[in-house]
């Protein structure tokens, strides 16, 4: 039987870094520091880009790129 590595007792290992394809509405705005209504406007307006699965929408767009984004629109 192959032996399997436990680490340190009781410390649980962590979870692999993934960059994330995909926000959740909460997420992103909690990384963009505006508000739910905002994004929805945002959203609307085609500023924020994003995809609808079922009922739910995932922000394609990282906090950062928006931000940069939008940045660079307005010469700021």
């Not at 032996?3 to 994330?20: A, S, T």
């Not at 739910?36 to 995932?58: H, N, P, Q, W």
């Amino acid at each position: 039987m192959a032996k399997v590595d436990r680490g340190q007792p009781g410390k649980v290992p962590e979870p692999p870094r993934v960059d994330k394809a995909g926000y959740s509405v909460p997420e992103f705005c909690y990384g963009a520091g505006i508000g739910r209504s905002k994004a929805y406007e945002l959203m609307g307006d085609g500023l924020i880009r994003f995809v609808t699965v079922g009922r739910r929408r995932i922000i394609t767009d990282s906090p950062a790129a928006f931000l940069a984004r939008l940045a660079g629109n307005t010469g700021g």
